[in-house]
């Protein structure tokens, strides 16, 4: 890494706890009590919506990124994602199988992952995956390593947020068997995480040599969180409405 670059990139990805994409009105709804079915299933389908893509745009950063040390950094990132080579650890599908088994034990019928499939997104919900895979392939590989470096510094507290909320619906289970559901959280929280965070930090600045380049590293950051930002106002608003 370029020891000049480095910690401008880390004070940028250190940015995210202030901003709208993670300080909103959904993360404190979703933690503050037990939430009725119909609310649930907006977020889960809506957040299923939104990871689905996750992975790709990973792979997207890999084909989208010329610099070869900051490549090897997504590569490792994507074999995380997809369970480091074992199928069943797959993270989305760790997700559907959480996602579908808390709807199935919150609401009067079985839930099934495909089931999360049916229907179509919100409109903020496809205005973020659009804008997302904008940024993941654009010309410009240091604003594609911008946008990583905003959607892997999201994503760990994102997790949290996310977990914390869970926490309400812990009574559906026994013990060992609610955190044996929440094994998406705890390999995100316990470790891939944070692997991401610091590996998207590593290509960022792999891939800055100049302030101009600093700036359009931001520039894909910024765009990122903004689009996180209005994700999950959209979000909210449905769950209020639902």
């Not at 410009?140 to 949290?160: F, K, P």
Request: charged letters at 25%.
């Amino acid at each position: 890494m370029s020891p000049r670059y480095e910690a401008p990139v880390r004070d940028l990805a250190a940015t995210t706890r202030k901003h709208a994409a993670l300080d909103n009105d959904f993360y404190r709804h979703w933690q503050s009590v037990p939430l009725p079915y119909t609310q649930v299933d907006v977020f889960a389908r809506e957040f299923y919506a939104r990871t689905v893509n996750t992975s790709v745009m990973v792979a997207l950063s890999v084909l989208h990124t010329e610099d070869l040390a900051a490549r090897v950094e997504c590569v490792k990132n994507l074999y995380s994602e997809y369970g480091n080579g074992d199928p069943a650890k797959a993270h989305l599908l760790l997700l559907e199988q959480f996602l579908s088994d808390l709807l199935t034990r919150l609401g009067d019928r079985h839930v099934h992952p495909d089931d999360l499939r049916t229907g179509d997104p919100l409109p903020s919900t496809t205005a973020f995956s659009t804008g997302q895979r904008a940024l993941f392939t654009n010309d410009d590989q240091r604003i594609v390593q911008g946008a990583l470096l905003g959607q892997e510094h999201l994503a760990y507290s994102m997790l949290v947020r996310l977990y914390e909320g869970v926490r309400n619906y812990k009574h559906l289970y026994g013990e060992d068997e609610f955190h044996e559901a929440c094994e998406y959280f705890y390999v995100h929280i316990g470790e891939a995480e944070k692997e991401h965070r610091e590996q998207a930090v590593v290509s960022a600045v792999q891939v800055c040599r100049t302030d101009a380049d600093l700036a359009r590293v931001r520039r894909g950051f910024d765009g990122f969180l903004d689009l996180t930002a209005a994700y999950w106002a959209g979000v909210h608003d449905a769950m209020l409405a639902a």
